[in-house]
């Protein structure tokens, strides 16, 4: 299995804006659908965004219109660029490429 690796997460106001970045450790070059998900306190973990390796795009309605899911290629990363933050965007976020999870990035909303 491959080691996803997640950046990006901090503490931010609302309204603010966060961009997370996922990359697998080493120096493995591969194209393959990858998705972001996210777990909040008590709850269920669940679907953010997922990119398909023909560039389409899927996202939970409750991102929709605010969060947006890239991918570089050229550097083997996967992008989730989250603005006009809420509070109940609180969660740890993950990194998926439908056979390994990443550890994590915990993103904090405050009012």
């Known amino acids: 299995q491959v080691r996803l690796v997640e950046s990006g997460g901090g503490l931010v106001q609302a309204g603010g804006s966060l961009r997370l970045s996922c990359a697998p450790s080493?120096?493995?070059?591969?194209?393959?659908?990858m998705g972001w998900y996210r777990q909040a306190p008590g709850k269920d973990r669940e679907m953010v965004a997922i990119?398909?390796?023909?560039?389409?795009?899927n996202y939970a309605d409750s991102v929709k219109g605010r969060f947006t899911i890239s991918r570089d290629n050229a550097k083997n990363t996967v992008y989730l660029q989250m603005n006009s933050l809420t509070p109940d965007d609180t969660a740890i976020y993950y990194c998926?490429?439908?056979?390994?999870w990443g550890q994590g990035t915990q993103v904090t909303v405050s009012s």
């Open positions: 998926h490429d439908f056979t390994s």
């Open positions: 080493g120096s493995i070059f591969r194209i393959t659908t």
């Open positions: 990119i398909f390796t023909n560039g389409r795009t």
